[in-house]
């Protein structure tokens, strides 16, 4: 079975600051890995997935997520953090069969210190 | 497009009421699926379908019923309401294909059940 962990439940940075958001995951075969972004009082936006090829993934708002697959590791980055990323963040994985089912981790609450 | 649509937006049932969440989604996505998302948990499958006719179960399917009879809809019914489905429900949509094709994530319910 597949699994997601998210380490940090709350992460605060300074605005400018690095942003980092740590997820691990669990699977038994090469995993496709997601990660989505939910502003308050509104549904799920995906910022970036790996599929294949290319391990360092460029998503929408300036976030990157390297794949590492020795560490089982999908780490979210942002080199420089705005005030609108306040928000939450969940790592996901999907399965290999033909519906995409996620599966979720915990997800990690992002605040922007002015 | 409207993208995915839920309704309603709140609701607050007693214990053994029943209702009908709506979702419907106006992309010709061929699958839909139900997840609810509880502080700490991160979102989880409740139930989905791969297209109309056909539904199948998710990590958590009891007490939840649904059905899709067309393209466009796919309904989440709460025969008997507890407690423990006190959550914010979350449709989602994607095209059929891939497993890595993205969610479209509707903005949510928010149901209490006293």
């Known amino acids: 079975a597949q699994s997601v962990t998210q380490l940090g439940s709350h992460v605060s940075v300074s605005e400018g600051a690095l942003v980092l958001l740590r997820c691990n995951y669990s699977?038994?075969?090469?995993?496709?890995l997601f990660w989505y972004v939910q502003y308050p009082n509104q549904g799920l936006q995906l910022l970036l997935k790996?599929?294949?090829?290319?391990?360092l993934v460029k998503g929408i708002n300036g976030f990157e997520a390297e794949f590492k697959k020795s560490e089982t590791s999908f780490h979210l980055t942002k080199p420089s953090a705005h005030m609108s990323d306040a928000a939450e963040y969940f790592c996901?994985?999907?399965?290999?069969?033909?519906?995409?089912?996620?599966?979720f981790g915990q997800g990690t609450r992002l605040t922007i210190n002015p | 497009n409207a993208g995915v649509t839920q309704t309603p937006k709140f609701q607050v049932l007693k214990t053994g009421q029943s209702m009908t969440l709506q979702c419907a989604q106006d992309?010709?996505?061929?699958?839909m699926s139900w997840y609810r998302q509880d502080p700490g948990m991160g979102l989880r499958l409740i139930h989905y379908?791969?297209?109309?006719?056909?539904?199948d179960q998710g990590e958590v399917p009891n007490g939840y019923n649904v059905s899709r009879s067309t393209t466009e809809d796919f309904p989440l019914r709460l025969l008997s309401a507890a407690p423990s489905q006190t959550s914010v429900y979350f449709c989602?949509?994607?095209?059929?294909?891939?497993?890595?094709?993205?969610?479209?994530f509707g903005p949510g319910t928010r149901l209490t059940v006293l």
């Open positions: 996901a994985v999907s399965n290999l069969q033909g519906a995409q089912k996620l599966v």
């Open positions: 699977s038994s075969v090469p995993p496709y």
């Open positions: 790996y599929t294949t090829g290319a391990t």
């Open positions: 992309m010709n996505h061929e699958y």
């Open positions: 379908s791969v297209g109309a006719g056909i539904t």
């Open positions: 989602a949509s994607n095209r059929q294909g891939e497993p890595y094709n993205e969610q479209f």
